[in-house]
């Protein structure tokens, strides 16, 4: 079993920057691969990034691709989304996760936490 919770989500002006941060309690936290996903309001839940149980290998959507930068640190137990160059479609809640495997598909992540709302104005 593992339990995330996010934070640092708020309002930010568009071309700013934001880190979110997931803490994550457990065992094995080590073991599962990290995703962050977000979701507007009246869209499906989307995925962001992801990154490998080690670290060695991340992946983006090509809609953050260049802006965000997926992080981990398995000692301490936490995952960062850095974003960078914000816009107003990036406004969402965002929900990190955590699977058995290194993937984007949200059906193949385990664990969820409860999201941080990230709002960027225009």
């Known amino acids: 079993q593992v339990q995330l919770v996010e934070s640092g989500g708020r309002l930010v002006q568009a071309g700013g920057s934001l880190r979110l941060s997931c803490a994550a309690s457990?065992?094995?936290?080590?073991?599962?691969?990290m995703g962050w996903f977000r979701q507007a309001p009246g869209k499906e839940r989307e995925f962001v990034a992801g990154?490998?149980?080690?670290?060695?290998?991340?992946y983006y959507a090509d809609s953050v691709k260049g802006r965000f930068t997926i992080s981990r640190d398995n000692a301490k137990g936490t995952v960062h989304l850095q974003m960078n160059s914000l816009k107003p479609e990036d406004t969402a809640v965002y929900f990190c996760?955590?699977?058995?495997?290194?993937?984007?598909?949200?059906?193949?992540?385990?664990?969820w936490g409860q999201g941080t709302q990230v709002t960027v104005s225009s």
């Open positions: 457990g065992r094995a936290f080590s073991s599962y691969a």
């Open positions: 996760a955590a699977s058995p495997r290194t993937t984007g598909w949200a059906r193949d992540y385990d664990y």
């Open positions: 990154i490998s149980s080690s670290g060695a290998i991340t």
